[in-house]
């Protein structure tokens, strides 16, 4: 057992990228000193057991705050929104957590020290959606040519989960925290912040994107200590495509000075002809590359 840990979760139909999480990881040499764990909210028993004999632990997720049974429908994978807030109740053997979303793998090692570096001292390690070559952070309905309606992110879910209007006016143009990466030490009181606010936003709100409300909240509104780490720590390609390195075979950012990648997170999905590349691993679309032309590739994880 390491004091470090790095955690997901999956049910059987993330099974796939979730191995690929796990290959992208022990791929470094470094991941030797890093213990990987498991929470399972849903995976085969077969599954189950090839990924309990490549990782340190698996486990099953709970409901660790008691969701009204017509809100889950039976969807074990929605335990992430909750579960992820108490991990040093699953696994307390561990000085520090950092938890990446099954749909993202590890490209470069130098950003998991970043955040295990980030968490130091009860800080909260977390990237925000914003960077160079982001054009539209917030959806805006304008009436009457001035008067504006905001329809950020975070306002209109702080508002739908029963957000106090001023709480959700300090939120509504921060730059959006992403959950789906994160790193926090054990004894952090972010912990007990960051659920209080959860609890809340569970008590009104959909569960989906609850745990990422509370985060925002607890940073934005209850400033907890936070270390804010590049963007190419948790690349959403969703929001902005990377480009494609042909010398170094590897994934950076499409502007100057073109950082590698470190973990690329394909949360809301890469979408051909209606269907999701999380779901089809041999789907492709065209990268630019740092030569100026363009190649097909797929952003999930290949050995």
Same mark, same amino acid.
């Given at each position: 057992?390491?004091? $470090? %840990?790095?955690?997901?979760?999956?049910?059987?139909? &993330? &099974?796939?990228?979730?191995?690929?999480?796990?290959?992208?990881?022990?791929?470094?040499?470094?991941?030797? %000193?890093? /213990?990987?764990?498991?929470?399972?909210?849903?995976?085969?028993?077969?599954?189950?057991?090839?990924?309990? %004999?490549?990782? &340190?632990?698996?486990?099953?997720?709970?409901?660790?705050?008691?969701?009204?049974?017509?809100?889950?429908?039976?969807?074990?994978?929605?335990? %992430?929104?909750?579960?992820?807030?108490?991990?040093?109740?699953?696994?307390?053997?561990?000085?520090?957590?950092?938890?990446?979303?099954?749909?993202?793998?590890?490209?470069?090692?130098?950003?998991?020290?970043?955040?295990?570096?980030?968490?130091?001292?009860?800080?909260?390690?977390?990237?925000?959606?914003?960077?160079?070559?982001?054009?539209?952070? /917030?959806?805006?309905?304008?009436?009457?040519?001035?008067?504006?309606?905001?329809?950020?992110?975070? &306002?209109?879910?702080?508002?739908?989960?029963?957000?106090?209007?001023?709480?959700?006016?300090?939120?509504?143009?921060?730059?959006?925290?992403?959950?789906?990466?994160? /790193?926090?030490?054990?004894? /952090?009181?972010?912990?007990?912040?960051?659920?209080?606010?959860?609890?809340?936003?569970?008590?009104?709100?959909?569960?989906?994107?609850?745990?990422?409300?509370?985060?925002?909240?607890?940073?934005?509104?209850?400033?907890?200590?936070?270390?804010?780490?590049?963007?190419?720590?948790?690349?959403?390609?969703?929001?902005?495509?990377?480009?494609?390195?042909?010398?170094?075979?590897?994934?950076?950012?499409? $502007?100057?000075?073109?950082?590698?990648?470190?973990?690329?997170?394909?949360?809301?999905?890469?979408?051909?002809?209606?269907?999701?590349?999380?779901?089809?691993?041999?789907?492709?679309?065209?990268?630019?590359?740092?030569?100026?032309?363009?190649?097909?590739?797929?952003?999930?994880?290949?050995?």
């Amino acid at each position: 057992m390491n004091d $470090n %840990s790095i955690i997901t979760l999956a049910d059987s139909n &993330y &099974y796939e990228m979730l191995l690929e999480l796990i290959n992208s990881i022990q791929k470094h040499p470094e991941s030797k %000193s890093i /213990s990987i764990c498991v929470l399972d909210a849903g995976l085969t028993p077969q599954q189950a057991a090839i990924v309990k %004999s490549k990782v &340190y632990k698996i486990k099953k997720a709970n409901w660790d705050i008691e969701v009204p049974k017509h809100k889950t429908f039976g969807k074990e994978w929605l335990k %992430s929104q909750v579960s992820r807030a108490f991990l040093p109740s699953y696994f307390p053997e561990f000085k520090k957590y950092l938890w990446i979303d099954c749909d993202a793998w590890v490209q470069d090692w130098n950003s998991i020290e970043l955040y295990f570096k980030a968490c130091e001292n009860g800080k909260l390690g977390i990237t925000q959606t914003i960077g160079p070559g982001y054009r539209v952070m /917030s959806k805006v309905s304008w009436i009457f040519g001035r008067l504006a309606l905001i329809k950020s992110q975070n &306002y209109k879910h702080a508002r739908s989960s029963g957000i106090e209007e001023e709480d959700a006016r300090k939120i509504a143009f921060a730059p959006h925290l992403n959950i789906g990466v994160f /790193s926090l030490e054990k004894n /952090s009181i972010c912990w007990q912040v960051w659920q209080k606010n959860l609890k809340k936003t569970l008590s009104k709100g959909k569960i989906f994107g609850s745990e990422g409300l509370a985060i925002n909240l607890s940073v934005y509104v209850n400033n907890v200590p936070t270390e804010f780490l590049p963007l190419n720590c948790n690349w959403i390609a969703s929001n902005l495509l990377p480009k494609y390195d042909a010398d170094r075979k590897k994934f950076v950012e499409p $502007n100057l000075p073109n950082y590698q990648i470190g973990i690329m997170h394909l949360a809301a999905g890469i979408w051909v002809n209606n269907t999701d590349m999380r779901v089809d691993k041999n789907l492709t679309i065209d990268i630019e590359t740092l030569k100026a032309d363009t190649v097909k590739k797929s952003l999930r994880y290949k050995s």
